[in-house]
């Protein structure tokens, strides 16, 4: 399954399929983004980073994807698991703008079973 | 290591009253972070510290509004005459300075309802 991000702030999929969660983000400077996943509750959990020299970066059954060109970020989850439904932001850190992070609003994963 | 801990997970107070929040960072983190979080939104950021200065605040981080890191460890959050407006998740974060790309860790977070 696959999502624009904020324009289809949830996602559902099928235990087992790969989801893709889309982020776009603002700042053209930006040099530094991150995804967090958060659950009700509780505080946002770092998933996976990537610098703006890498256009690609591998985890644990998640893979962060940067366009740069179209400013585009996203999240890729292999064989989603139950346990992956949360809500996902991306944040991103511009360069020149301190230290802060600028999160996007959010996409809320559902697996259905 | 322990993590970020924050305390009071809750609080309801009544408009007008005055708050604290405490965030204890992950240790030998030199940077700590305050966010707030409405219903449905990211984390906005309010203000950071590196060691015990305070570095940059935000303009959601009104007059009412105070926060310290005394001596580079823990940090408080202190909202006087607290508003409805008010209401909110308020997340702690910490990071360890390398480099452009340090990673916040955050803490669980204070949900605060103002009645």
């Known amino acids: 399954g696959e999502s624009v991000g904020l324009h289809l702030p949830t996602l559902s999929v099928q235990e087992g399929d790969n989801s893709i969660i889309n982020c776009a983000y603002s700042n053209s400077a930006s040099d530094y983004f991150i995804w967090y996943k958060q659950e009700s509750g509780k505080g946002p959990q770092f998933i996976i980073d990537i610098r703006s020299n890498m256009d690609k970066r591998q985890g644990q059954r998640v893979t962060v994807l940067l366009n740069k060109t179209v400013k585009h970020l996203s999240l890729q989850i292999a064989a989603t698991q139950p346990g992956d439904s949360a809500v996902y932001f991306c944040a991103e850190k511009p360069t020149g703008g301190g230290n802060k992070l600028t999160f996007g609003t959010g996409t809320q994963l559902k697996v259905e079973l | 290591d322990t993590g970020v801990s924050q305390n009071p997970r809750h609080k309801i107070t009544k408009r007008g009253q005055n708050v604290t929040f405490r965030c204890d960072p992950i240790s030998e983190h030199n940077r700590l972070y305050w966010y707030r979080q409405t219903l449905g939104q990211g984390p906005e950021f309010l203000t950071y510290f590196q060691n015990e200065a305070q570095l940059e605040k935000s303009r959601l981080l009104s007059d009412r509004f105070s926060a310290e890191r005394p001596k580079g460890s823990f940090s408080t959050l202190e909202i006087q005459r607290t508003e409805q407006g008010d209401s909110a998740m308020y997340l702690c974060?910490?990071?360890?300075?390398?480099?452009?790309?340090?990673?916040?860790?955050f803490g669980p977070g204070t949900r605060l309802l103002v009645l």
């Open positions: 974060a910490s990071s360890l300075r390398i480099d452009r790309a340090e990673t916040q860790y």
